[in-house]
């Protein structure tokens, strides 16, 4: 196996989008076709884990949000606005030739660290995370859940 370097942002000149496969087509599709775009229209910034020859292994797309504060749970709801401000785990995959070493957990706990950061400097309340229920064998469209709330930089992130 190759040595693989920290999380960055994709950087569409240098990064190599053409091998990634996660077994997933739209997932890939989308890092190849749309993950750019979405930069350069300040919609979603990708970070991308690449192996020592800057081909892409994993991907994690963030993105601001809001969720309706009648939809939270009570814990995040209580004392927000409305919407409760919010930051995006769009669109996680892992090139499965890397599945099962937990690169996707890594780039999940760095998005983690970087709602932390935000928060500090520009309030952000939770983290929703969306999924293809088909990759969790249910079958289905994607769903939504409020994943993590985030009170301040120094505390521990509950799971809600």
Known sequence: MTKLQRP???????HDRAQFDSGEPVLDEWLRRYA???RR????????IADAHDVVVAYASI???GVDRSAAPGVVAKGAPDPVPALLLGRLA???????LGI???LAFHVLATAVELNEKAACRAVVVTF???????????SAFIHSILRSPTSSISIS
């Not at 229209?41 to 991308?48: I, P």
């Not at 892992?94 to 099962?100: I, L, N, P, Q």
């Not at 293809?132 to 994607?142: E, H």
């Open 8 to 14: 960055a942002l994709l950087d569409p000149r240098r």
């Open 104 to 106: 996707g957990t890594a």
């Open 94 to 100: 892992v090139d499965h030739r890397y599945a099962g």
């Open 132 to 142: 293809s229920a088909g990759l969790l064998g249910r079958g289905g469209s994607d």
């Open 41 to 48: 229209h300040d919609t979603a910034a990708t970070w991308v």
């Open 63 to 65: 993105s601001m949000t």
């Open 36 to 38: 750019g775009q979405n």
